[in-house]
């Protein structure tokens, strides 16, 4: 099932070609982040108001984090995988193209812009 959105074709002739595939894989996915962790509060309110009459406020809230913890856990993986997005492109500029302020690079390859 597609569900209708690209990073764009994996090409990477170029250093522009990989520039925009990272940075349009960090801006299709960056907002995934904030959602999630929206839902993550939303349902630890929830949660944390529903339940037996036997449990105590404690006793819900701490049930209420152990579930509700997942979706927090998925909002910094993204927020991770924003992060190595744009490490790929400033790894990409610094090894190989002696980016400014970098020492000398490690290979040079003419790839243009």
């Not at 990272?22 to 630890?44: H, Q, T």
């Not at 924003?82 to 302020?101: H, I, K, N, P, Q």
Request: hydrophobic share 40%; glycine share 8%.
């Amino acid at each position: 099932m597609t569900i209708g959105f690209s990073l764009g074709e994996p090409e990477f002739l170029s250093t522009s070609q990989l520039r925009d595939y990272c940075l349009n894989g960090r801006n299709l996915i960056r907002p995934v982040a904030a959602e999630l962790a929206i839902a993550e509060s939303e349902l630890f309110a929830v949660l944390s108001e529903i339940g037996g009459a036997d449990l105590s406020k404690w006793e819900r809230r701490r049930r209420a984090r152990r579930v509700s913890r997942h979706l927090q856990h998925g909002s910094k993986a993204v927020e991770a995988a924003c992060a190595s997005l744009l490490r790929t492109v400033v790894s990409f500029e610094r090894t190989y193209l002696g980016a400014e302020g970098a020492a000398r690079p490690r290979r040079h390859f003419d790839l243009g812009s």
